[in-house]
């Protein structure tokens, strides 16, 4: 089977006026299909860029992303962004919902970007929905939520167009320790159902739970260790 | 009088020689008429070129040298007016016109506004046929015409200051929302509402300042526009927009006045609301 | 998705929101009043030129009719002339000139018009019937009011009057048979009509044979301009204009209120502009953590835009309405300023509503204010969506 991710490396250089510094120094690692990685290291260590860069939200300066077989490192902006909307699913430490959109209208904006039908959206999304413990809120906006529950749609927003590839930074970031370990668990209930997830954490409970972790330093992978 | 003045495209017979091709059986002394710069211009005639006047299309007429080309008056009734004008000596007019020994017209120049109402009362009260009036009550009553159009001009003014006053207040609301991140932030570290809607006001303030000097500028070349243009148009020395101290001071203070409330009112709004609420928790 | 997302975008700064509309509203009034009155004139004008269905009208050369106090000589036989062109169906000829009707606190004078009344074509009847024989004459209500008369009584006029020897002269006693309204004269001005045999027997020898005015109406099928050329050729001592030269020469006259027209419809076009691009430049700035995260999610970009620029579209659709209603109100008020033209006709109407207008100046907002969103949306929408997010997460 052919590996879900292959990062072949990876460079991502930005320029601070006449500085230009280096994010990443070349990275190289694949990740297989129904893999849960978390990648840690210290602030600075450019594993956010590199999550961006798998995220095909922003571009290498060298180096090659292969997600489900397709090279993605250089595509259009219009392939990027499609490519983001059927095959990625990206969970983000801020949750950043849509404040003027229930939670059940959260969910379903990536399904009706890919162009489903009403009713099949709006089942599709109260599927996701019960699947996070949520169907009881669907009509909630993210305001009436808590930060445990909005990052919940978030995950199932993510999960909308059965992604190829689950990405998630920082996910317990804004969470207190107790709703955390609930997003740890549902992160583990996830990968037991077969989605390929990667997480970029400073959270070592969190990294604990991932069956692998790469630890990055300085723009490197420093280290890749399974961790069951 | 007004008749012949007004038929004079078809009265003036164009034999414009030159003043040197008087070589032919002596003429008897032509007399002299002056002309309006409209008509020198379109009918390209020059001092001292000989033209034929007559009461008439087909009449004999008088032939007269043209020896001077006037400009028009800067009068407004008579801007829009296509026709040309001429000026002859009046026994030559009532002459050529059989009007006999009448004008329709008289102007008296008096010694002030005393001695005008004094000799308005002795003209009217010995007057036989005709009356004396004020030539500031013949304008009063012939500027009609341009009463109407002042008042249509103010009201597209008081239109133009509503309006700019809400696209003011709507822009001026717009660009203080911005910086709701910015003022939540100042009042979460101590930095009083008052304060906060000082600085606002002040930098509205010189918004205003700067505006009001960019727009006297532009209202200035627009004026200098306006002029040329319609003075081209009309063919007329005429001023249709005149820039005074006192319009320059009304928009100035109205658009300071419209500038500052609109930057108070904007702050005023954004200080009500809880710094929390502007950072959008 | 997009419309809730622009509707709820609208709804959450509803101050904002209602501020935009009142001033797209008012940027639409006076667009649609510029609209009005760059055409208005012109074709209230024609209307009234063509209201009678005279195509040509002859004045003394080189004036346009009654713009002078000139006179046609010899009008009788120009009036022949014309009646035996096989291209013309009808010849109305026109005297212009004063009566004075004496009343025991003085004289009233009113404008007189010496008219054929089987051929007239400048008052229409509203009560009575026309002059049929030499002393019967037609009035309008400024005039009966001002002599205290009405249809039925006779009433002494006078072509001539001495102000200061209080004598007249012409003076007939005059049976007054019909209630009019003159199409070419202002509401308050005090007119009649009465056979131009009539008023220039009144005026002696002075207006013998003349007229101020010669209206002719021409056979259908006739070519206007042809014939136009043709009697200006024939007919040296006059100037012929067709409803297009005269309305050329209002044109011209009132060039001003066009351009003015212009220039202050396209102020409300920009003004307009400038105001939908800062309010979506304010919305896009203000959203666009949101907005990279949706670029990060999936969506496209021209969804995004679509969206953005719906709002202004949204303001636009709810300002037009409001701001058709206000034009229409300030039209009528600049309207009834511009109506008090000392002579102007009644019937003049600097501000004529056409739906045409209504849909140029609608059309015209609509598409600058979909501009105006274009831009500030698909820049905010293109922004890199890494640094953004990072930006955002940071502020």
Known sequence: MSATLEVVDLVREYRMGDEVVQALKGVSFTVEQSEYVAIVGPSGCGKSTLLNLLGVIDRPTSGRVSIAGERVDSLSDARATEFRLRRIGFVFQRFYLMQALTARENVELPLAEAGQAGSERRDRALELLDYVGLRKRERHRPSQLSGGEQQRVAIARALANRPALLLADEPTGELDARTGAEMIALFERLNADGTTIVVVTHDEVLARAAKRVIHMRDGLIVGDERTR | MNVLLALLPILLTLHATSAQESSRAAEPRSRSIAIDSRLAADASLRIGDRVVIAAAPGEQGDTVVVSGIVQRRADPAEIARGEYRIRTHLGQLQSLLGYGDRVDRFAVATRGPSATTDAVARINAAAFGFRAHRSADVAVETSQTFAVVSRFHRAIGVITIVASAIFLLCIMLLKVDERRRDVAALRLMGISAPTIVRSVVLEASAIAVLGSLVGVGVGLAASWIVNRHYQGVYRTPLRFSLVTGDIVLLAVMLSLVLGIAAGWLAARRLVRTPPLALFGR | ?395
């Open chain 3, 1 to 395: 998705m997009i419309g809730t997302l622009a509707f709820a975008s609208l709804v959450r700064h509803r101050a904002r929101t209602l501020l935009a509309i009142l001033g797209v509203a008012v940027s639409s009034a006076m667009l649609l009043d510029m609209v009005m009155l760059s055409s208005g004139m012109r074709e209230s004008f024609r209307g009234l030129l063509l209201s009678q269905g005279f195509q040509l009208r002859l004045s003394p050369k080189g004036t346009l009719p009654f713009d002078t106090e000139a006179t046609i000589r010899d009008a009788d036989s120009l009036v022949a002339t014309l009646r035996a062109r096989p291209g013309v169906q009808a010849v109305s000829p026109v005297l212009g000139g004063q009566l004075h009707f004496p009343l025991a606190s003085g004289a009233v004078t009113a404008a007189a018009l010496g008219i054929e009344p089987a051929v007239q074509g400048d008052y229409e009847l509203v009560a009575g019937r026309n002059p049929s024989s030499a002393n019967e004459i037609v009035a309008n209500d400024a005039l009966l009011r001002a002599v205290g008369r009405s249809v039925g009584d006779t009433v002494r006029a006078a072509a001539g009057y001495d102000a200061q020897l209080r004598a007249l002269s012409g003076e007939r006693l005059l049976h007054i048979v019909g209630r009019v309204r003159f199409i070419y004269l202002a509401l308050d001005q005090r007119a009649a009509a009465l056979p131009i045999t009539t008023l220039r027997a009144m005026n002696g020898s002075e207006l013998d044979g003349r007229a101020s005015v010669a209206m002719v109406r021409l056979r259908a099928g006739v070519d206007v301009e042809r014939e136009r050329a043709a009697l200006e050729r024939l007919l040296p001592r006059v100037t012929v204009i067709s409803t297009n030269e005269a309305l050329k020469q209002v044109d011209e006259r009132l060039s001003y209120f066009r351009q003015l027209a212009v220039i202050l419809g396209a102020v409300s076009l920009v003004v307009g502009f400038l105001l939908v691009t800062t309010l979506v430049t304010v919305s896009v700035n203000e959203r666009i953590g949101e907005i990279a995260v949706m670029r990060a999610i999936g969506v496209r970009r021209w969804r995004i835009v679509a969206q953005i620029v719906l709002e202004a579209a949204a303001i636009m659709l709810v300002a037009a309405p409001l701001g058709l209603a206000l034009g229409l109100v300030t039209a009528r008020y600049l309207n009834s300023i511009l109506a008090r033209f000392p002579g102007l006709p009644e019937r003049i109407d600097f501000f004529l509503f056409q739906p045409s207008a209504a849909w140029t100046a609608l059309g015209l907002l609509a598409a600058c204010g979909v501009l105006a969103g274009v831009y500030p949306s698909w820049r905010g929408a293109s922004l890199p969506i890494a640094t953004t997010m990072r930006q955002e997460a940071v502020g």
